[in-house]
């Protein structure tokens, strides 16, 4: 991994989440190289500034939005994903879990 900040690399896995899709803390972490480090993305982006960050998309593990329910905040949440075309439902989006890898997403169990 190159020598990237864990704050630039978990901003990075945040920008890297496409329009009209959610991440959770945790899948944030882990996309940045750093599993397991949830809290470290809900603290990182508790405190960025930048407008142009796509906060909106990360949620936690279960679909819930973090923010307290009604808040400003939450409610801001939920307007931004639904612009994208995320159904929300009760402050909520369901959330698929992410294939542990390629071989597991193309030959895993049959449902």
Do not use: C, F
Request: charged letters at 30%; aromatic letters at 4%.
């Amino acid at each position: 991994m190159d020598e990237l900040s864990a704050e630039a690399r978990i901003l990075a896995a945040i920008r890297a989440i496409p329009r009209g899709q959610v991440a959770g803390y945790g899948e944030v972490a882990r996309r940045a190289g750093l599993p397991g480090r949830a809290r470290l993305v809900a603290r990182i982006l508790s405190g960025n500034a930048d407008t142009a960050l796509p906060w909106h998309r990360v949620l936690r593990s279960d679909g819930r939005i973090a923010l307290p329910e009604n808040s400003r905040g939450w409610h801001e949440q939920v307007q931004r994903l639904r612009a994208e075309g995320v159904r929300v439902e009760r402050g909520r989006v369901r959330v698929a879990k992410p294939a542990a890898d390629l071989d597991a997403a193309l030959w895993g169990p049959r449902r």
